[in-house]
C-alpha cells in the first residue's frame, strides 16, 4: 500500500507532516509513503527513509492561490503528489494544500467515474454523539441539480459504511423543514428519487439545526448550502470559545476555569473541527484526501489512517460497484 | 399609540402576554393595547383593564398548522390581531404564533409597499459584539433573484438605523467566500448593484463563520439560505449547552460548575436565541413584529419595547420614502 503526501502548502512547517508518516511506516508494515516537498527540508525532519521515498520541488500552491494559478503551477507538490495516484505509482494522495485548489486539481487530474457529472467534497464532521458525520457535498459545487444530489448520496453512503464501519447508514437531505413540499425545487425532487432508491438507508430531510445531533450518518446537500451551514458551526464554535476564553481571564472567572478545565477541554474535544479525520473528495477515478490547513503531525497521523482504512476496506473498488 | 397583541397559539399560557401588556402599560403612558385571545382566560390573568381592550375570540392558529389551515381560520387570533392593522385601528400588530403561518397572514391582509416582491422575515440575532444584527431574509422566500436582495438590504438598512438608533449601519451579503466572482449568480448580481447605491453602507460579502462576530449591523440573504444558517447558529449553541450541562452533572464537573456559573450565565446570556427582542416582517404596509414561539413575560415585553421605539421612531414612514 502506497500513499503520496504533499508536505507543502499548509499553515505549518513540513516537519509536522513529515513526522507523521515516519511513525505511520512504523505502525503499519504495508504502508509505503512518497512525501512530495522540499527535499532539504524533508531530509532535516526525515530520521530514517525506511519505506518512505521523496519526490523534490520546491514549488508549492499557497493557501491563498486561486485555481487558475494553482493549475499553471505544474510542478507543485500537490500537482505531482496527485500525478502518483494517476500514474498508479500511488494507491491514495493526501494534502493540507488550499482546498479550492485541490478538488479543481484532483478532479482534473483523476477525472470522475462513470455517470458522474461533479465531485463531491466530503468531510467527517464532529457530532455530539460521537460518531462523524459524513457530509457530501460542501463546497466543491456551487450549483446542484436533483441527480447530483443522490449522487452524492450514494457516494456518501458507501464512504460513510467504510469509514465508520457500519450497515445501511442512515442519509437525509439538509432542508429548511421535514415536510415533503419544503425547500427548493431539486431538493424535493432527489427527496422523491432517494424515497424509491432501495440500496440506500433515506430518513428524509434534516434541518440544520439537527446536524450536530448524530441523527444521520450521511448529510447531502449542494456545495453552497453545505458550504454555508458547515461554515455557520465553525463560527458558532469560535464564537463561543472566544468568549469563554476572555471570561474566564476576568478575576471573577480564573476559579471556574480552574475547575471546568475537563469539561471545556471536552467540549472542544468533542467539536474540534481542526482535529477531524479530514475530508475525502469523492467521485473521481482515485482516492484523495484532504486534510486541514492547519494540520498538526496529530491531524496528519488521522488522515493518514483514514486513508490506509480507505484502502485497506477498498473503498474505492465498492463505489466503481455503484449503480449511477 | 395602539398595539393588538395576539396572546394565544404559542408554547406558554396566555398569562405570560397579558402580564408583559400590563405592565407595559403602566410604564408607558402613552401605549394602549388590544389583546386578542380568549376574553376568559384573558381576564384571568388581568388585574386592570386601563388602556386596553379585548377582543374575544376562542380560536387559535396552533404552532403546527400548515398556511392554508391558518387561512381558514378566519376568527383566529392572529388574523384577528392582524385586521386591527388592517383596519387602521393599531398602529402595529405582535405575535408569537407559528412564523409560516404569520408571514403568509401579514402578507396576503396588509400586502406589500409599492414596488417590493416579496416580504422579508427579518430577526434581531445576538452577536458576540453585544449589538444586535438585522438579517433579512431568513425564511420568508425561499427562491430570491438580486432584486429581492436589494430591497432586503434598503428595508434592513432603515430597520437598522431605527432599531439600533445608529446612522450609515453596515450592510452585508451573506455568501461563500469573500472574493467577487464567488457565490450563486444572484448573488454576485446582487453585489455589483449594492455596490453602487450610494444610499446603502454597504460592505461586501460575508462568510457565515463571521455572522456572529458583529462585523455588520445588517446581513442579507434569500431565506432559504438565511434559514439554512440562523438554524445551524441556533444548532450549535445547544449542542454545546447540552453537553456542557451534560458534564457539569458529573462528580467531577460540579465544582467546575459552581465556580463557572458567572461565565456559563454570560454565554446563554450573550447568544440567547429566546431572549433576542424578535423579528419584524418588512416589505408590508403595517408593522407587524414577531415573538419567539416560547416567548416568556420577559420576551414578550423585549418586543412590544421593540414595537413601541419602531412606532415612536416611525419606522413605517422611513420604510415608505426608500426608493425601490
Request: aromatic share 8%; with cysteine; proline share 2%.
Amino acid at each position: 500500500m502506497k500513499i503520496a503526501v504533499d508536505v507543502m502548502g499548509f499553515e505549518n512547517p513540513v516537519f509536522e507532516a513529515v513526522s507523521a508518516c515516519e511513525k505511520l511506516v512504523k505502525k503499519y508494515s504495508e504502508l509505503e509513503i512518497i512525501l512530495v516537498g522540499d527535499e532539504s527540508k524533508i531530509l532535516k525532519s526525515l530520521k530514517s527513509k525506511e519505506r518512505i521515498e521523496i519526490i523534490d520541488t520546491k514549488v508549492f500552491i499557497n493557501q491563498s492561490d486561486e485555481v487558475f494559478t494553482a493549475i499553471r503551477k505544474k510542478d507543485s507538490s500537490m500537482s505531482l503528489a496527485i500525478d502518483q495516484v494517476v500514474n498508479k505509482k500511488a494507491d491514495a494522495v493526501v494534502s493540507a494544500g488550499s482546498t479550492a485548489c485541490y478538488v479543481a486539481l484532483t478532479y482534473s487530474k483523476l477525472g470522475l467515474i462513470k455517470n458522474i457529472s461533479k465531485p463531491a467534497f466530503t468531510p467527517l464532521v464532529p457530532t455530539a454523539k460521537g460518531i462523524p458525520l459524513v457530509w457530501s457535498d460542501v463546497g466543491a459545487n456551487k450549483v446542484c441539480d436533483e441527480n447530483d444530489l443522490v449522487c452524492f448520496a450514494k457516494l456518501a453512503s458507501v464512504a460513510s459504511e467504510v469509514i465508520l464501519d457500519i450497515k445501511e447508514p442512515k442519509v437525509a437531505l439538509l432542508n429548511i423543514g421535514t415536510e415533503e413540499y419544503k425547500g427548493l425545487d431539486f431538493i424535493v425532487e432527489a427527496n422523491k428519487i432517494l424515497k424509491n432508491e432501495k440500496k440506500i438507508n433515506y430518513i428524509g430531510y434534516l434541518e440544520s439545526r439537527e446536524i450536530l445531533f448524530g441523527r444521520t450518518n450521511v448529510l447531502v446537500s449542494d456545495g453552497f448550502t453545505g458550504n454555508i451551514a458547515l461554515k455557520a458551526l465553525e463560527g458558532t464554535f469560535k464564537a463561543v470559545a472566544n468568549q469563554m476564553k476572555r471570561d474566564f481571564k476576568k478575576p471573577s472567572g480564573w476559579l471556574g476555569a480552574l475547575f471546568s478545565l475537563n469539561v471545556v477541554r471536552k467540549l472542544k474535544k468533542t467539536f474540534d473541527y481542526k482535529n477531524n479525520a479530514g475530508a475525502i473528495v469523492l467521485g473521481l477515478n482515485g482516492l484523495a484526501v484532504k486534510t486541514h490547513g492547519s494540520a498538526d503531525e496529530q491531524q496528519f497521523i488521522s488522515t493518514i489512517e483514514l486513508t490506509i482504512k480507505c484502502i485497506k476496506d477498498d473503498l474505492m473498488g465498492k463505489i466503481k460497484k455503484i449503480k449511477f
